[in-house]
């Protein structure tokens, strides 16, 4: 299955919305901090004014300096769909990539919150079997615009690792065949030399 969305093989970035996003949050929490901490100090009369004025001062640069991150933390993201494995790239000062293949994934979510509602984005957390246990995914794939989609064209991938196929939705298997287990080796071996055996007496 193909998307025009999501083409495997190329990297795709989150939608640009993802930095309205962000910032939508961090005022929400700024002005939920001002009101609860530094509107009741300027009541206070004895407070100089002096001391407002720098704590607006450290509020003021603590965001200009969130909006370049941010902005920053946008421009490093990436993910890239391949036939057995989904990479992912981000990151600002640490810097994080992975490769999830298909056949590890056990969950695919998808969680909106209401300021994502408003802009028509969603995040879609995929879940492996090696975090099956904790409490956050190992991907998130965050403000993703097609996330139906998105969530689907994965599914399909991991159906079709599983069934043996090679991700790619042909059904192909490895002609092959699986690699014979030790156990199905020493059995073979024990075969030969009773047939080595039979054939001397």
């Not at 990479?87 to 209401?114: C, L």
């Amino acid at each position: 299955m193909e998307s025009e969305h999501f083409p495997r093989l190329t990297p795709f970035k989150p939608s640009e919305k993802l930095v309205t996003w962000f910032i939508a949050d961090f005022f929400i929490l700024v002005l939920f901090l001002l009101l609860c901490f530094v509107v009741p100090v300027a009541l206070v009369p004895d407070v100089p004014l002096v001391a407002d004025v720098i704590i607006l001062a450290i509020v003021l640069v603590i965001v200009v300096l969130y909006l370049i991150w941010v902005k920053m933390y946008y421009n490093s993201m990436w993910y890239e769909l391949h036939d057995d494995e989904m990479r992912w790239k981000r990151g600002v000062i640490f810097r994080s990539t992975g490769i999830v293949p298909y056949n590890r994934i056990t969950n695919i979510d998808i969680k909106q919150g209401p300021v994502m509602r408003l802009l028509g984005i969603s995040t879609v957390s995929i879940q492996t079997a090696g975090y099956s246990g904790a409490a956050v995914p190992e991907i998130r794939i965050e403000a993703i615009e097609h996330a139906d989609e998105l969530r689907e064209l994965i599914r399909n991938l991991v159906r079709s690792c599983s069934a043996g196929g090679d991700g790619t939705g042909t059904g192909k298997h490895d002609i092959r065949g699986p690699a014979p287990s030790v156990h199905q080796q020493m059995l073979d071996e024990l075969k030969a030399i009773h047939e080595l055996l039979g054939r001397k007496t």
